[in-house]
Nanobody
Framework: QVQLVESGGGLGQAGGSLRLSCAAA????????MGWYRQAPGSRRELVAS???????TYADSVKGRFTISRDNAENTVSLQMNSLKPEDTAVYYC????????????WGKGTLVTVSS
């Protein structure tokens, strides 16, 4: 069983900051990658940032230099620090994780809404 619970998000202002956190519980499984996707209304879900278990990070071009992903492998948590927010960052943000023994299967949190006002 894999459960992901997000926290944070809410309403932010353009130029401001918000922080998202996600805690994973994975019985008898070891977590590989963790990260964040987002989905804006009418748009497809897109990768925002990811981190492998060895600390290799990937960012969408649209958030490079503004967002930072951090991870605590011992606690199975991942966070996303979002700075210099833009209205186009408005979306539902989903935490995800993959398991070392299960290939590229993504497990998802329920999502948390981030709204950035101009």
């Amino acid at each position: 069983q894999v459960q992901l619970v997000e926290s944070g998000g809410g309403l932010g202002q353009a130029g401001g900051s918000l922080r998202l956190s996600c805690a994973a519980a994975a019985s008898f499984l070891r977590i590989n990658a963790m990260g964040w996707y987002r989905q804006a209304p009418g748009s497809r879900r897109e990768l925002v940032a990811s981190s492998t278990s060895t600390g290799v990070t990937t960012y969408a071009d649209s958030v490079k230099g503004r967002f930072t992903i951090s991870r605590d492998n011992a606690e199975n948590t991942v966070s996303l620090q979002m700075n210099s927010l833009k209205p186009e960052d408005t979306a539902v943000y989903y935490c995800y994780a993959t398991m070392q023994s299960l290939g590229d299967i993504h497990y998802w949190g329920k999502g948390t809404l981030v709204t950035v006002s101009s």
